[in-house]
């Protein structure tokens, strides 16, 4: 299977269970999360409210929840859960090779 | 225009909010949104600080636009004045004559800066800052090399200061109580945040009066009160606010340090409710104590609340108190109200960065405050604000230990 569009991101034991952790790829920020059930998933970096990023934020099941106003979105789907939130977080496919996360961005 | 439906005055954060939120709760009448200021609704926080120092063309970010209020069906009258409410009648008259009647009425006229009262107060270098208008008037000022005298060392002041720094201006803080961030901020955190604008270049005159203000020759004095002089180009005074009450004090509804209301936003009046700045309300989490908040969050979370209650919703309001202060690259973050705690507990998280938890003599944490750069002490302060709504007592040696995670304080 071809790895094209796919880059790496961090390890897979770097994030705790529940958590998340920004990865920066040239211009592109992503947020990276591991869900309390040890999934993986990732969104762009930053709130799409005022551009605030969003790992510095908190995780609470499979929400992120933005550290300035508290914008909430479904990390899995990138859903805006509502004000003052309401334009929906870009995802990007993710899976994990070899103890590294992986993330499509092609 | 429709009448008879839902009436909001004040078009700022928490009008703009209860607005959309009558609509999100699915009230399908007439609102009407009524603003003084010409501007549609806008966010005032970045007014001190993103705004101050941006480098283009300043703009402010709507938290409701003109398109957006058409879209959801939002009357929005800006560059109005409700000048009455003839509560009698269910409606608000307008200072050009016009009368709206509602069904039930939200007042959110916030607040307004507190002005100095010393002689030659009065002069056309003295600077207040609330508005956009004032925000550039401020910006304009704030030239490289200007001397900048800010009166008064609460968060406006301060945010102002490390922008003027940041504007290349050489910056003085006056402040009459003993310490800066006396209300609000525990006294080892406003030492760091101190520290940090000393390191930027800010000098402090703390515990010093004001006595009068004059110019000459293009230079401004501030006299204090104990003789000294300070020579500046520019002062900002940010003294604190003043909640925006007359209209309710007119229209005979009770005020006690803002508009007084209930513990679900209701004023005396059942059909006027009042959120925001301009209201004080009585905190179950503080033993019922009324505090009145100035704070992004709480404009926000009361906006909401009121409108679903103005439907016929019975919520209470009980969010912990929460504000943010930018300052350079760090940022101070508090959650719920420190002032009757009798114990502190520190918490060093590497970088600068501090956080501090107050507990109440029974142990329960009443409130946390931190200093730091954002990724280091959001989420630390967010479930902090967890622990304190819960009421939890957390064990003081815990909260001190940075390996302790908080997220296993609250789920124990
Ligand atoms: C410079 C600055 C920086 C800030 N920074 C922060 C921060 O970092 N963190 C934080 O938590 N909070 C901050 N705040 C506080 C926050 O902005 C306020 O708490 C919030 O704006 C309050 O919203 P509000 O809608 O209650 O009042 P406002 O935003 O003041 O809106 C009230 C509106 O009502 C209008 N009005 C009043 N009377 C009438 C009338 N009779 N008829 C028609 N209209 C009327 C006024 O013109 C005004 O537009 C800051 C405030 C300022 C000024
Ligand atoms: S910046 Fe994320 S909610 Fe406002």
Same mark, same amino acid.
């Given at each position: 299977? #071809?790895?094209? =569009?796919?880059?790496?991101?961090?390890r897979?034991?770097?994030?705790? $269970?529940?958590d998340? %952790?920004?990865?920066?790829?040239?211009?592109?920020?992503?947020?990276?999360?591991? #869900?309390a059930? =040890?999934?993986?998933?990732?969104?762009?970096g930053?709130?799409t409210? $005022?551009?605030?990023? %969003?790992?510095?934020?908190?995780?609470?099941?499979?929400?992120?929840?933005c550290?300035?106003?508290? =914008?909430?979105?479904?990390y899995?789907?990138?859903?805006?859960?509502g004000?003052?939130?309401?334009v929906?977080?870009?995802?990007?496919p993710?899976?994990?090779?070899g103890g590294?996360?992986?993330?499509?961005i092609? | 225009?429709?009448?008879?439906?839902m009436?909001i005055?004040?078009?700022g954060?928490?009008?703009?909010?209860?607005?959309?939120?009558?609509?999100?709760?699915?009230?399908?009448?007439a609102?009407?949104?009524?603003?003084?200021?010409?501007?549609?609704?806008?966010e005032?926080?970045p007014l001190?600080?993103a705004?101050m120092?941006?480098?283009?063309?300043p703009?402010?970010?709507?938290?409701?636009?003109?398109?957006?209020?058409?879209?959801?069906?939002?009357?929005?009258?800006?560059?109005a004045?409700?000048?009455?409410?003839d509560?009698?009648?269910h409606a608000?008259i307008?200072?050009?004559?016009?009368r709206i009647?509602y069904?039930?009425?939200?007042l959110a006229?916030?607040?307004?800066p507190?002005?100095?009262?010393?002689?030659?107060a009065?002069?056309?270098?003295?600077?207040?800052l609330?508005?956009?208008a004032?925000?550039l008037?401020?910006?304009?000022?704030?030239?490289?090399?200007?001397?900048?005298?800010v009166?008064g060392?609460?968060?406006?002041?301060?945010?102002?200061?490390?922008?003027a720094?940041?504007?290349?201006?050489?910056?003085?803080?006056v402040e009459?109580?003993?310490?800066?961030?006396?209300?609000?901020v525990?006294a080892p955190?406003?030492?760091?945040?101190?520290?940090?604008?000393?390191q930027a270049?800010?000098?402090f005159?703390?515990g010093?009066?004001?006595?009068?203000?004059?110019?000459?020759?293009?230079?401004?004095?501030?006299?204090?009160?104990?003789?000294?002089?300070?020579?500046?180009?520019?002062?900002?005074?940010?003294?604190?606010?003043?909640?925006e009450?007359?209209?309710?004090?007119r229209?005979?509804?009770?005020?006690?340090n803002?508009?007084?209301?209930?513990?679900?936003?209701?004023?005396?009046?059942?059909?006027?409710?009042a959120a925001g700045?301009?209201?004080?309300?009585?905190h179950?989490?503080y033993?019922?104590?009324?505090?009145?908040l100035?704070?992004?969050?709480n404009?926000?979370d009361?906006?909401n609340?009121?409108?679903?209650?103005?439907?016929?919703?019975d919520?209470?309001?009980?969010?912990?108190?929460?504000?943010?202060?930018?300052?350079?690259?760090?940022?101070?973050?508090?959650?719920?109200?420190?002032?009757q705690?009798?114990?502190h507990?520190?918490r060093d998280?590497g970088?600068?960065?501090?956080?501090h938890?107050?507990?109440?003599?029974?142990g329960?944490?009443?409130?946390?405050?931190?200093?730091?750069?954002?990724?280091k002490?959001a989420?630390?302060i967010?479930?902090?604000?967890?622990?304190?709504?819960?009421?939890?007592?957390?064990?003081?040696?815990?909260?001190?230990?940075?390996?302790?995670?908080?997220?296993?304080?609250l789920?124990?």
């Amino acid at each position: 299977m #071809s790895n094209a =569009g796919w880059i790496e991101t961090c390890r897979a034991d770097e994030i705790d $269970e529940e958590d998340v %952790l920004r990865f920066d790829h040239g211009s592109l920020t992503l947020a990276i999360y591991r #869900s309390a059930d =040890g999934k993986y998933y990732a969104t762009d970096g930053l709130c799409t409210h $005022e551009q605030v990023h %969003l790992a510095d934020g908190l995780v609470m099941g499979d929400i992120i929840e933005c550290p300035m106003h508290n =914008g909430r979105f479904d990390y899995r789907t990138g859903e805006a859960k509502g004000a003052p939130v309401c334009v929906n977080l870009k995802t990007y496919p993710v899976k994990v090779e070899g103890g590294r996360v992986l993330v499509q961005i092609g | 225009m429709a009448d008879g439906g839902m009436v909001i005055v004040g078009a700022g954060e928490c009008g703009a909010r209860a607005a959309q939120a009558l609509r999100e709760a699915g009230w399908s009448g007439a609102v009407t949104l009524i603003g003084e200021e010409s501007l549609p609704p806008y966010e005032r926080p970045p007014l001190s600080k993103a705004l101050m120092v941006a480098a283009g063309e300043p703009q402010v970010a709507h938290p409701l636009t003109r398109d957006a209020a058409a879209q959801k069906g939002i009357d929005l009258l800006l560059g109005a004045r409700v000048a009455e409410i003839d509560r009698e009648a269910h409606a608000v008259i307008l200072a050009d004559g016009r009368r709206i009647s509602y069904v039930k009425l939200l007042l959110a006229t916030g607040a307004r800066p507190r002005r100095l009262a010393v002689p030659g107060a009065d002069s056309r270098d003295v600077l207040y800052l609330r508005s956009f208008a004032d925000a550039l008037a401020i910006r304009e000022r704030l030239r490289a090399g200007a001397r900048l005298c800010v009166i008064g060392g609460g968060f406006i002041g301060l945010e102002v200061a490390a922008s003027a720094v940041a504007r290349g201006c050489r910056v003085t803080v006056v402040e009459v109580t003993p310490r800066i961030l006396m209300r609000g901020v525990p006294a080892p955190l406003a030492e760091l945040i101190a520290r940090r604008h000393e390191q930027a270049g800010v000098r402090f005159r703390v515990g010093a009066g004001i006595a009068r203000i004059s110019e000459s020759a293009g230079t401004v004095k501030i006299g204090l009160a104990d003789g000294d002089e300070i020579e500046c180009d520019v002062i900002v005074a940010g003294i604190g606010a003043a909640p925006e009450t007359l209209l309710a004090a007119r229209a005979g509804l009770a005020v006690e340090n803002g508009i007084r209301v209930d513990d679900r936003l209701r004023t005396s009046d059942p059909d006027i409710f009042a959120a925001g700045d301009c209201c004080s309300a009585p905190h179950a989490l503080y033993d019922g104590r009324r505090i009145r908040l100035e704070a992004w969050r709480n404009a926000h979370d009361q906006g909401n609340l009121a409108a679903r209650n103005m439907l016929g919703g019975d919520q209470r309001y009980e969010a912990v108190p929460w504000f943010w202060s930018d300052q350079y690259e760090m940022t101070l973050h508090v959650a719920g109200l420190a002032d009757q705690a009798t114990k502190h507990v520190k918490r060093d998280l590497g970088d600068g960065a501090e956080l501090h938890f107050h507990l109440a003599g029974d142990g329960r944490l009443l409130a946390a405050s931190g200093f730091g750069p954002l990724g280091k002490v959001a989420r630390e302060i967010r479930l902090a604000e967890m622990l304190i709504q819960k009421g939890a007592k957390p064990a003081p040696d815990q909260l001190a230990a940075p390996e302790v995670k908080l997220k296993s304080l609250l789920n124990a």
